[in-house]
């Protein structure tokens, strides 16, 4: 997905006529060549050419270079766009009047969140109870010209006196975690390395240490994947973190053996005297077991494990000896579970159903407050929250202030009520909380603030028939007025892995794209969870083809409905998004015009060569079988690029600090199509020295829309 005034839009539309024929003189300069090698996997009875193989491998120099060859080129061109710097002073101007506060969490009455303001990047704030609020870490100072620091994630002990933070430099995600004291605001000597982002400390109950999961080696070695062989261990305040004790690894505990690629963690809540390791992956599953604390904290501990990744547990809540389970097992939309841990020898088969599954709509979430457990639930992308009492009472919808996305709920076990944020495609996120005594919903004034109402733009929930008949979800955002006629430009944008949903979310930078008289949509393909397990299960693996078919479904619906025409209508994806926007332009490359894609997963059947590949193969399949080889090559974009084709105009954004992705993939993909191309439409690289996966701050997203705007706009030509 890509980040996000009337008499503007008709003077960029004036210019952008010349800026046309500006991009075809430019796409006929040469860009640095990518020389080819007469390399070729061999398997299962399958031949893959790779022409291309010499740009994998970690620190590739030859690659860098060619890379920053090709965005120095592509950069150039961008820049002698007509339409560009009106993009730049207008997605900038929307940047710097917008201040986004995410990753909100209420601890013992006290509000942390994280600020993103303009060009800095996010703060780590804290509310204090008297409604004050001030700064604990900001992460600009740490910043170098080449490689600015960014907060990744955080941690609250249980009492809010200590936070334990995650911080990177340039993107890479590989983070440092620093301990912050809540009252003083002053940083604690204790520091903890090699730590990936996405992973936060977890508190011990009495808040004197915490246990992480940490990477092998901070440091990339040749040809070692370094997300494989994490481990968990537990760090005393205080202490040198050469004396933290590791809890669990591969090959270390019987009682809970771990695979190479697994992820593991320990939480140790202060609501229980239990602990629950994890182990899992890019998957929404994950193997559980339980232990007391004290036993917990020791290596080697008898781990009882009640969940293996067929019991489709996806979420978990500990109250005293109650243990509370999210499952998809036999209940696509999911179910919530109760286990009594104080019984002898508690297993699985013991539990209970507490919240059945619901026909249309899907459990995403649970939480635990004092008063009860708080389950968020989608249904056709709009959330609600339920609230099941303890006690057993029936369980009590929340009345939601507006249809919409509730993206992030938090609840502190030792308070009453949930505070959740709220937004949709032309509303602001707001931060709410509810009061359970009351029934009640507050606004905190802590969400997120807007450059302008967007009461112009119109959304529209609609449907296309794929291939097979499945209907399709669709989302599109328009201009009120907007004359289907087919002639505006329009985005389509898509995931569909991991069972991940894209849902309502307020972009002022996408709104602003749409203000300009275009038309932004959404394929909620096969792959998501827009429908539960069952709508994930269709679309992967061996399954991938079904997105793909949902996304050019999607495609033809937009212009049948007259938002747009093929030759006006781009493709867009990021990450795991590779496969299906690289599927599509592949497949139909007559169904779209250009199309842009952020930091994309392009070769899977290289997947094992590159950085967090392991992590891949619950959702791609494995490629060292001949079914899962099978599969892979045949959902490839690279190996599915065919010599002579017209390929649409192609930009691939690329952060060469990334390390969930390799850069490589792109790179390899792009050259590809360079050299395949009969349309002579340009392919293009846009890259980021100081950025890996993700974009650093809203200044840098500005900037990155405003060149993929630019880019459609010259491709696609103007609305006429």
């Known amino acids: 997905m890509i980040g996000k005034a009337r008499s503007l839009a008709l003077r960029l539309s004036v210019a952008l006529v010349g800026g046309a024929s500006i991009a075809a003189a430019l796409a006929a300069e040469a860009s640095p060549a990518a020389r080819r090698v007469d390399a070729a996997d061999r398997a299962f009875g399958l031949v893959l050419p790779d022409p291309y193989r010499w740009m994998e491998g970690e620190n590739n120099a030859e690659l860098q270079d060619w890379l920053k060859a090709q965005g120095a080129s592509t950069r150039a061109r961008l820049d002698a766009a007509p339409a560009l710097a009106g993009w730049q002073k207008r997605l900038q101007a929307a940047s710097a009047a917008t201040t986004i506060n995410r990753l909100q969490r209420r601890v013992a009455g006290r509000l942390f969140f994280l600020r993103i303001e303009g060009e800095g990047q996010a703060v780590l704030m804290v509310r204090d109870t008297d409604g004050k609020e001030r700064t604990l870490l900001d992460p600009n100072p740490l910043s170098t010209k080449d490689s600015p620091a960014s907060i990744t994630e955080y941690s609250i002990s249980a009492d809010a006196r200590r936070v334990a933070v995650d911080v990177d430099h340039g993107g890479s995600e590989v983070t440092t975690i620093s301990i912050v004291d809540v009252d003083s605001g002053k940083a604690l000597p204790d520091a903890i390395g090699a730590v990936w982002g996405e992973f936060t400390a977890s508190w011990l109950p009495d808040g004197s240490g915490f246990i992480y999961t940490q990477m092998a080696s901070a440091e990339p070695k040749p040809g070692v994947d370094p997300m494989l062989d994490m481990h968990a261990a537990i760090h005393r305040l ?75 547990v996806t979420g978990y809540a500990l109250d005293g000896n109650t243990l ?199 394929a909620h393909v096969r792959g ?50 590779g496969l299906l926007i690289g599927g599509a332009i592949t497949k139909a490359p007559g169904a779209f015009g250009a199309a842009v894609i952020h930091a994309g997963m392009l070769n899977p059947v290289r997947l094992l060569s590159g950085s967090n590949g392991a992590n891949q ?41 990334d390390k969930r992705v390799a850069p490589w993939e792109s790179a390899k993909f792009g050259a590809r199509v360079a050299a395949a191309t009969a349309s002579g439409r340009p392919v293009w690289f846009r890259t980021s020295g100081d950025q890996g996966h993700f974009s650093g701050n809203l200044s840098a997203e500005a900037g990155e829309a405003a060149d993929s705007y630019t880019f459609f706009e010259m491709e696609l030509g103007t609305r006429r």
Not at 280 to 289: D, F, I, N
Not at 413 to 442: H, M
Not at 629 to 643: E, G, N, S, T
Request: with cysteine; charged share 20%.
């Open 238 to 312: 205080g202490e040198p973190a050469s004396n933290d004790q590791i809890l669990l690894a591969a090959g270390t505990n019987a009682r809970f053996p771990l695979k190479p690629e697994e992820f593991p963690g320990i939480d140790a809540s202060a609501a229980s005297d239990w602990a629950v390791a994890v182990a899992g992956g890019a998957r929404p599953e994950t193997r559980l077991c339980v232990a007391p604390v004290a036993e917990a904290l020791k290596p080697g501990a008898a781990w009882n494990c009640l969940a293996g990744y067929a019991d489709g």
């Open 324 to 522: 509370y389970l999210q499952s998809t097992h036999g209940a696509p939309n999911g179910k919530i579970l109760v286990l009594d841990l104080s019984r002898p020898h508690p297993r699985l088969a013991d539990a209970r159903t507490l919240l059945p599954e619901s026909r249309r709509a899907v459990l995403t979430n649970l939480v635990l407050a004092r008063d009860g457990l708080y389950v968020r639930r989608m249904t056709d992308g709009i959330d609600d929250i339920v609230r099941l009492p303890k006690g057993g009472r029936a369980a009590q919808p929340i009345a939601m202030p507006f249809a919409g996305a509730a993206f992030q709920m938090w609840a502190d076990p030792r308070s009453d009520g949930v505070v959740f944020t709220l937004q949709s495609w032309t509303r602001p996120r707001a931060l709410y909380a509810y009061d359970a005594a009351s029934g009640s919903i507050a606004d905190l004034h802590l969400g997120a603030t807007s450059p302008r109402d967007y009461g112009d733009i119109e959304t529209l929930e609609t449907e296309a028939t794929s291939a097979d008949g499945t209907r399709v979800p669709l989302s599109i955002v328009y201009p009120k007025n907007l004359k289907r006629d087919g002639q505006a430009l329009a985005i389509l944008d898509g995931y569909g892995s991991y069972g991940d949903s894209i849902q309502p979310y307020f972009d002022p930078m996408l709104l602003e794209w749409v203000r300009a008289g275009h038309v932004y949509a959404v």
């Open 528 to 577: 998501g969870g827009e429908k539960g397990r069952a709508w994930w299960q269709a679309g992967k693996g061996a399954n991938k083809y079904k997105s793909v078919d949902d996304f050019l479904a999607c495609a033809r619906r937009l212009a049948a409905l007259g938002y747009t025409a093929p030759e006006r209508l781009a493709a867009t994806g990021a990450s795991a998004g």
């Open 617 to 657: 193969i619950a959702e791609i399949g494995d490629p060292r079988t001949a079914a899962g080889l099978k599969a892979i090559a045949a959902m490839d974009p690279y190996q599915r690029v065919r010599d002579g084709t017209r390929y649409p105009a192609l930009m691939l954004a690329v952060g060469l600090n």
